[in-house]
């Protein structure tokens, strides 16, 4: 079972949105609605910012939000923060050889 | 408050074992399934091993990468999972996790994480 495909790096100014995609196939990202984000901060646990593609847990900022088209699902970061500098990481349940796959991880930086 | 604590990490030679523990806190931990999820340099992210609550028989599952050789395991008196961890071999060193799944009708991965331990399997 592959990894799901994250761009390496993305960054913006303060106050921009950036997006994130999170690319997979049929058997996973786009076979269902089952698709998370997760954001870590360096020496930090990973927190859940989005699940079931676009649903935000209980005190996650408004400024992020998901969404998925075909294969790919998107992250998307709007209003910039300084605080926004992390690694965001995609997964998604599948069936197969695994239940979850998770992406290659996107490290976001703030200019 | 969600707290989950890791611990049994450390060094072992190829071929040896290894027991991982999680101390689970701040939420009713029979009611959740349980995951354990590493984290290495070279594979990044990986889930590894789900075991379901007690409603859903304690069910298991497993990646390819580990079946046969790791068991995931829970004890919902003490408010604490495990992972066995048997013929380990070098492309085991990672960072492992201890996560809370099953929301989102059992489909749901991770909402909360703990620090991970540390295994390093090395001769």
């Known amino acids: 079972q592959s990894a799901l495909t994250q761009p390496a790096s993305v960054s913006g100014s303060r106050g921009q949105s950036i997006t994130i995609s999170c690319t997979g196939t049929?058997?996973?990202?786009?076979?269902?609605?089952?698709v998370s984000w997760y954001q870590q901060h360096p020496g930090k646990a990973p927190k859940l910012i989005i699940y079931d593609v676009s649903h935000r847990p209980s005190g996650v900022s408004d400024r992020f939000s998901g969404s998925k088209s075909g294969n790919t699902a998107s992250l998307t970061i709007s209003g910039l923060q300084a605080e926004d500098e992390a690694y965001y990481y995609c997964s998604s349940y599948t069936r197969g050889t695994t239940l979850y796959v998770f992406g290659t991880g996107s490290e976001v930086t703030v200019l | 408050e969600v707290q989950l604590v890791e611990s049994g990490g450390g060094v072992v030679q190829p071929g040896g074992s290894l027991r991982l523990s999680c101390a689970a806190s701040?939420?009713?931990?029979?009611?959740?399934?349980m995951d354990w999820v590493r984290h290495s340099p070279g594979k990044g992210l990986e889930w590894i091993a789900r075991?379901?609550?007690?409603?859903?028989?304690?069910?298991?599952e497993y990646a390819a990468s580990v079946k046969g050789r790791f068991t995931i395991s829970r004890d919902d008196s003490k408010n604490s999972l495990y992972l066995q961890m048997n013929s380990l071999e070098v492309e085991d060193t990672a960072l492992y996790y201890c996560?809370?799944?099953?929301?989102?009708?059992?489909?749901?991965?991770?909402?909360?994480w703990g620090l991970g331990t540390l295994v390093t399997v090395s001769s």
């Open positions: 049929s058997s996973d990202v786009g076979g269902h609605n089952y």
């Open positions: 996560t809370r799944g099953g929301f989102s009708y059992g489909f749901g991965l991770a909402d909360y």
């Open positions: 701040g939420f009713t931990f029979s009611d959740h399934y």
């Open positions: 075991v379901r609550n007690k409603a859903n028989t304690f069910s298991t």
